[in-house]
């Protein structure tokens, strides 16, 4: 996955989580995001990547959006 | 640029909700409510009415602005819901104060007040009034399910005015709609015509999608309030206060941080009236002035999102 180490580093830059604590199949509920959580980040990861994200129900880990993402840019 | 206040005024319901309160009528926390929207309290109509809130508002700014009713040339109304459907709230407020002029509502939902200036702004620059008396009034606790906790947590009650005349104190003003009837709905009632079937009807209750808001008020707050700055040839450093809508602290937070404003800038009362929709900003600019937080010369920037979905921003010299 691509994208996945920069949406990792957001990640832990951003909530002030430890790297070594994300993984592709870390569920954003596991780190404490709430839903406007979530769309904070989401904003951040659309002016990085230069996508629109919409999430949807299924995007509940950081492995799901970061393959979000490429598929967005891909 | 077209505009200066004369005069200010709010007006709040007497009853405080507080969260506490709100346990008990749905399954929510005090911690939680604080932590997701910064709101320890919010005021509701009990025994007053929206029509007592607007018009105690008004009297309050004519008072300030040393105006009497009769001297009003027009009177604008923001308000989602008012006391009656008809006649406006501006004609009901019009009747009690003893003005004589025209008068009329908008909708703009949280950005009314904003919407408002624009078009005084526009009669005053035109001629067609001299003294205009622009009031934003909401009632958000009768749109608001008390069975549902994501929504009746947030909102209060309460009226903001202005009176206002020609001058310079308008710096820049800016303004958007983007249609939207999914993002946050606030049904009417739709009678009983027996030639409509009324099965799927929906309650009048606000109903939203809130973390899509959230995300649409962070990027509208950033893009209006860049464009009056550009405006204006001013930065956020030559700006004194900033009155962003209170719909919930954290977006305040995100969209402040976002756009580097200090702390110490923000007018602040959600913790203590809720989001008060279109009337938020007149009561922040009505009570800052009145504690002699505002002062004469200092600028202060104006910017909201509401329901449409409506954005808007502005920057005032105080006079």
Known sequence: ?74 | MSIKILGTGSCLPEFVLNNETLTKLVDTTDEWITLRTGIKERRVITKESIKELSVNAAKSALKSANILPENLDLIICATVHGQYLVPSLSCVIQAEIGAKCPAFDINAACTGFIYGLTIAKAYLESGAAKKILLVAAESMSEVSDYTDRATCVLFGDGAGAVVLEKGDSLLSIFVTASGNEELLTIPITKGNSPFVDHTNEKMPYLDMKGPEVYKFAVQAINRDVLKVLEDAKLTIDNIDYFAIHQANARIVDAASQKLNIPEEKLLKNIHKYGNTSSACIPIMLDESIREGKLKKGMKLLLTAFGGGMTTGAAILNID
């Open chain 1, 1 to 74: 996955m691509k994208s996945f180490e920069k949406v990792a580093n957001l990640l832990a830059e951003n909530r002030g989580i430890s790297i070594e604590e994300i993984k592709e199949d870390t569920k954003f509920t596991d780190l404490q995001l709430d839903s406007l959580d979530m769309m904070d980040l989401v904003l951040i990861m659309e002016e990085e990547f230069s996508v629109s994200i919409e999430l949807n129900e299924d995007i509940t880990t950081v492995g799901k959006i970061a393959e979000y993402i490429d598929a967005r840019l891909a």
